[in-house]
Structure formats: C-alpha cells, structure tokens
C-alpha cells in the first residue's frame, strides 16, 4: 500500500487518497497516529486596534518605550496573534492545547521546537480579511518523542488563494514527549544557526517577562496552553520551576527588537530559530544581537544562567 502511495504522489495523479497522503507524510520510524491531520483554513480580520494592544503588551520588555507610527501592514512576527486554531474547549486536551495535529497515543509534555518564516512581496495588510492555511508537513518519530511539523501560509482574501500566492509562510515543530525522566535533548537542525560568534554584539538588552506579559499574549493569542498561565500545572504536572514563556513570544520579541533597533526600515525576508531551552516568568533574560552577513543578523536570548535559551537568524534586504 505505501509503495502503491509513493508512485501515486510521484506521478502527481489527481485524487490520491488522504490515507495515501497520511502514509507519506509519516516518516518509517513513526508510527502515530494523531487526533486530526486534515487541512484546514482560518480566516481572520487583520484589524489595526488588535496590532496596537500587542505593541502595548511588549511595550515594557522592548527597549524604545514608543508604539511608534501605524503601518499599514502586519509587522513580522505578528501573525502570531492572528488566525486562532482553538475553538472550542471541547476539542483541548488536558494541557489546555487543541487536539488537531496532536498524537493520540497519550504524551507528558509539548514543546514548540522550531520553525521559520518567510514573508514576500507588500505582506499582509491590515483592515483586511485574511486567511491562513494549514498543513501537515510531516511526522517523525523516535524514542520517547514524536515531532509534528506544521505549514501555515497567509495571505489577504482579496488575493487569489492559489497555492503560492501566499504573503507569509511558516513552518512550526511541535515535539510531543512520552517520558519526563530524562533531559530532553536539542532539537535537531541541518543548520549553522549554532556556529559560535567571534565578534560582539551590536545590541545588548535585557528584560524580566511577567505572568501579566505571559497572560495577555494568550489572549491575544488565543493560545491557552497551560504552561503559560498555570504555575501549579506546570510544576505539578510537567515538572517545570515556573510557567513558561511561548516560543511565538520569544520570536514577536526578537523581530521586534530587530526592527526598533533599524527604525521599521528592515524588510525581512526570512526567519529561521531554534529553541534550545525554556525562559520563565520572573527570571531574567539577555539579548543578544548580531550582525554575521551584510544581509543577515542573528538574535540570542539567555537564560538567566546564561544559557543560550532561543537563537534566531534573519535575512533581509
């Protein structure tokens, strides 16, 4: 049957199965199966009152106190708080996240790993519908893990919603963990986003996130995963000193701080970040920001043992 699949999908032939489509997304070492792998499209309105009530959430953790001029497009990174997959709280499960996408065989932790995004062209504009479609790339498994990765790509509903007529693409990875007995290991990249630094940064800048900052990012968001606003689920349950500060955070803040730091005169083009380790709430955090390439720059932030906690790099033009 997966043989059958693979010459299916590699002639291209109209009307594949979706059981073929799900064999060939699922790598040999993975054998989950999740609660819901369809596709699916969320459309939201990109209003501007939205982008301002996120400036204001960041205001105090970002180094220019201002809001700064309304543009008339999504700032990077700011999808984020767009196009909400949680609907109903009958489709969450006991972490407080959604089931679509998620395994069914049962799991003690989720982390969001990696991902990159992409923009291109005028990106998405604001006082417009907008949609967002969503895929399942693929599912690896391994021991005691099972990665789920996800594409989303976005784009103004005045647009013809072809395939690659998309303003902003992202790909997330989602990594669903069996046993909380032993350290949880790196997320595997091809990448050099690594590689050591032997100049100094161009920025330094440090902040404390709050559970108040942590609070109403899930609002705005959407994003009621427990770790985030329940200390005693994440102690008691997932075994954490602290709630958790989101992946999509981490990111919002760094494209942020990149675009304050060149007055809103960067046009990224392309993101790409790992998470190594978790920040928490009421523990300090460093950035650090680099330029490695006349078009790319590269953004840490530490823990508050110094550990390298997120490291992203970003090209623009």
């Not at 291109?120 to 949609?131: C, D, F, H, P, T």
């Not at 669903?176 to 091809?190: F, I, N, V």
């Not at 200390?231 to 494209?255: C, F, M, Q, W």
């Not at 009421?282 to 720059?297: E, F, H, N």
């Amino acid at each position: 049957m997966l043989n059958r699949c693979h010459r299916l999908l590699a002639r291209r032939i109209p009307g594949t199965s979706q059981t073929c489509r799900n064999l060939f997304l699922r790598d040999k070492h993975s054998s989950a199966e999740l609660h819901d792998d369809s596709s699916r499209t969320i459309t939201d309105f990109l209003t501007p009152n939205r982008v301002d009530l996120l400036n204001l959430t960041l205001e105090p953790y970002v180094p220019q106190h201002t809001i700064g001029t309304r543009a008339d497009t999504l700032p990077p990174g700011f999808h984020f708080i767009f196009f909400p997959t949680s609907t109903s709280e009958l489709e969450t499960l006991q972490d407080g996240y959604e089931k679509h996408f998620a395994p069914k065989e049962p799991f003690k932790r989720r982390l969001w790993t990696q991902g990159t995004l992409d923009f291109r062209g005028e990106g998405l504009k604001l006082s417009e519908q907008a949609e967002c479609v969503e895929n399942l790339l693929r599912v690896e498994g391994g021991e005691n893990k099972t990665d789920v990765w996800i594409e989303r790509k976005m784009f103004n509903s005045s647009t013809s919603p072809e395939a690659e007529n998309w303003s902003v693409k992202e790909i997330r990875c989602l990594r669903y963990l069996t046993d909380l007995s032993r350290e949880p290991e790196e997320p595997a990249t091809s990448s050099s986003i690594s590689a050591a630094h032997h100049n100094e940064p161009i920025l330094e800048h440090r902040f404390t996130p709050t559970q108040i900052l942590l609070t109403r990012f899930s609002y705005l968001t959407h994003n009621f995963h427990r770790i985030h606003i329940d200390r005693d689920y994440a102690g008691k349950v997932e075994g954490y000193p602290n709630t958790l500060v989101h992946g999509s955070l981490s990111i919002t803040i760094i494209l942020k701080v990149l675009q304050q730091f060149h007055n809103d005169s960067l046009a990224i083009r392309h993101a790409r970040y790992v998470m190594y380790r978790p920040l928490y709430v009421d523990s300090p955090v460093k950035l650090l920001m680099y330029r490695t390439k006349p078009d790319r720059m590269r953004v840490r932030l530490l823990n508050s043992s110094n550990e390298k906690a997120v490291e992203c790099s970003i090209w623009h033009d």
